[in-house]
């Protein structure tokens, strides 16, 4: 907060007679410490149900409703500590009535799901279930008892990472028979 001693009187002479003059100036010079007090005040629970900013204007609303003769203060750290304790109350009032009331009680939330955890529960993953799994391996092996010998070699070969031209080398075939195989591997659409 950078504000000149001798030019605070004149500042706070502005605030009391026409404060939309004023209110930038002390809006610029003392925001950012408010700001500040709130965040570090503000409890972690809260963080997603309230912007600190939106503190920050309540403050702010707080000093220029206050009565022109209560608006006086003798130095810039007085004003300071009196902006900053009021955004301690602000933010204490939002905590107790979010953490102490039985009414907003944000301990008290659970996700939709039932679970603690967030993202837990009973939800769904990406990773296929142990029955998809063994049901996929028996389709595999099902469907290669039922091919040739070199075709069983070809999907073997494939499954194991190496590449269809290492393939063809490996069964002295050409690079299209391997991909003719592959092809035969796809499944069928009817139509």
Do not use: C
Not at 76 to 83: I, M, R, S
Not at 109 to 114: R, Y
Not at 119 to 126: A, C, D, V
């Amino acid at each position: 907060m950078h504000v000149d001693s001798r030019e605070f009187p004149e500042l706070m002479e502005r605030v009391r007679t026409s404060p939309e003059d004023a209110a930038r100036e002390l809006v610029d010079k003392y925001g950012d410490h408010i700001l500040r007090v709130v965040r570090r005040k503000l409890h972690q629970k809260l963080r997603s149900k309230f912007d600190s900013h939106d503190f920050v204007q309540a403050v702010w609303a707080s000093f220029f409703a206050l009565p022109p003769d209560r608006v006086k203060f003798e130095r810039p750290e007085d004003l300071a500590a009196f902006l900053m304790q009021l955004a301690r109350n602000k933010v204490v009032d939002a905590v107790r009535q979010r953490l102490q009331t039985a009414r907003y009680d944000v301990t008290r939330e659970q996700p939709l799901d039932g679970s603690q955890a967030p993202g837990g529960g009973n939800l769904p993953g990406r990773e296929p279930t142990a029955s998809q799994v063994a049901m996929a391996r028996e389709e595999w092996e099902r469907h290669l008892r039922e091919q040739p010998a070199q075709y069983r070699h070809v999907f073997l070969s494939l499954h194991r990472g190496r590449t269809a031209e290492e393939i063809a080398r490996e069964l002295n075939v050409s690079l299209r028979t391997v991909y003719r195989v592959l092809r035969h591997m796809q499944p069928r659409s009817e139509s």
